[in-house]
C-alpha cells in the first residue's frame, strides 16, 4: 500500500498544467523585450557556408563552461580576421526559436575584444551623456549665414586644414580663419583640442568653430569621443562644427556638436555660402525686381492713359466752363442784391438824419430861437429863476453871448 503525498504536492498536481506551446509563447514574449547588449567572449566552432548571408557561431564564457549559439551576418565577418580561438565583443540581441525550445543571439556587430571593450565603454559614455540632453536636436545652434571669422582646430600642416581652408576660400574668398594647429590623436590631443576649443570660444570675432581631422584608426580617433572635450563642447557659447574622419566614422564629438559634417571638404562647404552661387541668386532677384517695376511702370503707364483719355482731361476748361457761368450768376446776382441793400440802407439814413435834424436843439437854434443858460449850465425855463444882474449865457444857431438881466423877478404872492 503505497503512501499518500504530502498536502503541497496534492496542491500542485490539482492546479491544471500549462500547454506547452503557451510556455513557449510567454519565453518568446520575454525575450523580444529585451534589448541589444554587448557581450564578450570566445568563438569555439565557427561554421560557414558558402553563398550563405548568415553563420553560425558558437560563443563560449571564457571563465566558465558556458556557451550560446550566435548568428553573425557574412559581412561583419568579412571586414575582420576573426577565426576560432579569437575572443570577441558581439552587439547582438537575444532570441527564442520556439519550434526546437533553444535561445540564441543574432549579432548585429562584431569586433576583437581589445576594440570591442573601447567600443563598450563608449556606448555605455554614449547613454549617459544623451542621458543628460548634451545630444539633445533642441540644444543645437545654427550657424551664421556668412561667419565674420572663422575657427579652425586641426593638426599640424594637415591636409584636413588645407581641405578647410582651399575648398572654404574657393566659395567665398573673403572669408577669414583664426586658425589653431594642435596634436589630434595620442596623450596630447585632448587637452590640445579643449584648449584651442576654449579660446576659440572667447574670441569675440570668431563666429563658428570647426574641429577636424582625417581619416584614421580607431584608436586615432579615440581622443574625440573623450568625454571632457565633449563637455566643454556642450559648454561653448560658439556654434561647433564636427569634421572628423571619414562618413563612416562617428566619434561622439559628431553628436555634440551643432552640426556634423561628413568630411573636411564637406565642412567647408557648410560654414561659408558659395559666392558664385549667391551672385546668381542676386542677379535673379535684380532680374525679379527690374521686372516687377517695369511691369508696375507699364501698368500705371496704361492706368494714366485711359484717365487721360477721358474727355474732362481731353479738355480742361470745359469742366470749369460750367462753373464760371454759375459764378459768373452768382456773383452778379449778389451785385444786385449789395445794391438793392445799400440803396435802402442810404435812405434809411437819410430818412433818420431828416427826423434827427428835424428834433435836435440846432434846428430850433437855425430858427432863431435861443437858449438861455445860467452860469453853471442850468438852463434857464422860469423867469422867476433869473436875478437882477445875473450874468447869463445865450446861445443861438452860430456861437453864444453872456446878457445881464435888468428887469426884476415878479414878487410871489
Known amino acids: 500500500m503505497s503512501e499518500p503525498l504530502p498536502a503541497k504536492a496534492a496542491e500542485t498536481t490539482a492546479e491544471r498544467p500549462w500547454p506547452l506551446r503557451l510556455l513557449s509563447m510567454k519565453i518568446t514574449e520575454y525575450v523580444d523585450k529585451m534589448s541589444p547588449v554587448w557581450i564578450e567572449g570566445q568563438i569555439v566552432q565557427l561554421n560557414r557556408r558558402p553563398g550563405a548571408r548568415s553563420c553560425f557561431v558558437t560563443l563560449r564564457d571564457a571563465d566558465v563552461d558556458m556557451s550560446m549559439t550566435v548568428t553573425v551576418p557574412t559581412v561583419v565577418l568579412d571586414r575582420m580576421p576573426i577565426t576560432e580561438g ?14 526546437r525550445g533553444t535561445l540564441q543571439l543574432e549579432a548585429r556587430d562584431m569586433r576583437p575584444v581589445g576594440e570591442g571593450e573601447l567600443l563598450a565603454r563608449l556606448e555605455h559614455l554614449k547613454r549617459v551623456l544623451a542621458s543628460e540632453g548634451l545630444f539633445a536636436a533642441d540644444r543645437k545652434r545654427s550657424l551664421p549665414f556668412l561667419p565674420q571669422r572663422v575657427g579652425l582646430v586641426c593638426g599640424r600642416a594637415s591636409a584636413a586644414m588645407r581641405d578647410v581652408l582651399d575648398n572654404a576660400r574657393r566659395r567665398w574668398p573673403a572669408v577669414e580663419f583664426e586658425v589653431r594647429e594642435v596634436p589630434v590623436q595620442g596623450t596630447d590631443a585632448v587637452l590640445a583640442v579643449t584648449a584651442a576649443l576654449t579660446e ?6 570668431v563666429d563658428v568653430i570647426v574641429i577636424t581631422r582625417g581619416g584614421g584608426s580607431f584608436e586615432d580617433l579615440l581622443p574625440f569621443s573623450n568625454e571632457s572635450l565633449i563637455r566643454a563642447v556642450a559648454a561653448a557659447r560658439t556654434p561647433v562644427v564636427s569634421a572628423i574622419g571619414h562618413e563612416v566614422d562617428t566619434p561622439l564629438l559628431d553628436f555634440v556638436a551643432d552640426l556634423r559634417a561628413s568630411t573636411p571638404t564637406d565642412a567647408a562647404k557648410r560654414i ?3 559666392v558664385e552661387v549667391e551672385r546668381a541668386g542676386i542677379a535673379q532677384l535684380a532680374g525679379r525686381a527690374r521686372a516687377a517695376v517695369a511691369a508696375r511702370l507699364a501698368s500705371e503707364r496704361r492706368h494714366l492713359q485711359v484717365i487721360r483719355s477721358r474727355p474732362v482731361l481731353t479738355d480742361p476748361h470745359a469742366t470749369l466752363a460750367p462753373h464760371r457761368e454759375v459764378l459768373a450768376r452768382h456773383r452778379e446776382r449778389g451785385e444786385r442784391a449789395l445794391t438793392r441793400r445799400l440803396d435802402g440802407e442810404r435812405a434809411r439814413v437819410s430818412a433818420l438824419s431828416a427826423q434827427l435834424r428835424a ?7 437855425d430858427r432863431g430861437y435861443a437858449i438861455v443858460l445860467h452860469a453853471d449850465g442850468r438852463v434857464v425855463t422860469d423867469r422867476e429863476d433869473v436875478e437882477v444882474g445875473e450874468i447869463l449865457r445865450v446861445k443861438v444857431a452860430r456861437g453864444d453871448f453872456g446878457v445881464r438881466p435888468v428887469t426884476r423877478r415878479k414878487a410871489r404872492a
Open 272 to 274: 561659408v555660402p558659395d
Open 359 to 365: 428834433l435836435s436843439p440846432q434846428g430850433t437854434l
Open 200 to 205: 576659440l570660444d572667447t574670441h569675440p570675432q
Open 86 to 99: 579569437s575572443r570577441v565583443v558581439t552587439h547582438a540581441k537575444p532570441t527564442y526559436w520556439s519550434k
